[in-house]
């Protein structure tokens, strides 16, 4: 099973502020990475797949990228509504794993 | 619009079972893999199963698998989780997702969740 490290585990930045999240795969993933968005009491939605690419209508300010098994999420600006968890998730081989999310919180 | 509508969680004791389904609307049901996902009170998500578009490949994650069948109906455009032999670590919030087109394991809809709590 592949591993998935995320870090941080919580990242306190102000609105407007840039945001680097981590994902570390205890093997190769290629480029088959994923980047999920969760609100409290909502589903996930979908950010990045395949590490790079925007899902339809995510914003231009969420960038995925990373191959192997080092990958990043940035966001550029912080708006109030990214202030959330985050999840990778890898489909490189099965089964299927997610890592233990990032919390980005209002400092 | 698209929407995946899940149904069938409850409170079941240890050892009893569920069947979850999940409605789909809006896409053509047969052209897509489709999952579950579950997250836990206060945890993290896991992937729980996927089928193909034809129900001919189907895979689980190791805790559920020969407790859990999963399934789907192309004619109905229904996906449905057999639930057996249920454990309190089976609690969960259940979420049925999409496949992308290009990434078939990478999920772009997912319903609103159904809650399943196994307790005595």
């Known amino acids: 099973e592949i591993v998935l490290t995320q870090s941080p585990a919580t990242l306190s930045l102000s609105p407007g502020e840039r945001a680097t999240l981590s994902c570390r795969a205890s093997?190769?993933?290629?480029?088959?990475l994923a980047w999920y968005q969760q609100n409290p009491g909502q589903a996930p939605r979908l950010l990045i797949y395949?590490?790079?690419n925007r899902a339809t209508g995510v914003p231009a300010r969420f960038s995925g990228s990373g191959s192997g098994t080092d990958f990043t999420l940035t966001i550029s600006s912080l708006e109030p509504e990214d202030f959330a968890v985050y999840y990778c998730?890898?489909?490189?081989?099965?089964?299927?794993?997610f890592g233990g999310g990032t919390k980005v919180e209002i400092k | 619009e698209v929407q995946l509508v899940e149904s069938g969680g409850g409170l079941v004791q240890p050892g009893g079972s569920l069947r979850l389904s999940c409605a789909a609307s809006?896409?053509?049901?047969?052209?897509?893999?489709m999952t579950w996902v579950r997250q836990a009170p206060g945890k993290g998500l896991e992937w729980v199963a996927s089928?193909?578009?034809?129900?001919?490949?189907?895979y689980y994650v190791d805790s559920v698998k020969g407790r859990f069948t999963l399934s789907r109906d192309n004619t109905k455009n229904s996906l449905s989780l057999q639930m057996n032999s249920l454990r309190a670590e089976d609690t969960a919030v259940y979420y049925c997702?999409?496949?992308?087109?290009?990434?078939?394991?990478?999920?772009?809809?997912w319903g609103q969740g159904t809650l399943v709590t196994v307790s005595s």
């Open positions: 997702a999409r496949g992308l087109r290009a990434a078939v394991t990478s999920f772009d809809y």
């Open positions: 809006g896409f053509t049901f047969s052209s897509y893999w």
């Open positions: 089928i193909k578009q034809d129900g001919s490949d189907k």
């Open positions: 093997q190769s993933l290629s480029s088959y």
């Open positions: 395949d590490a790079s």
């Open positions: 998730q890898q489909r490189s081989n099965w089964p299927l794993t």
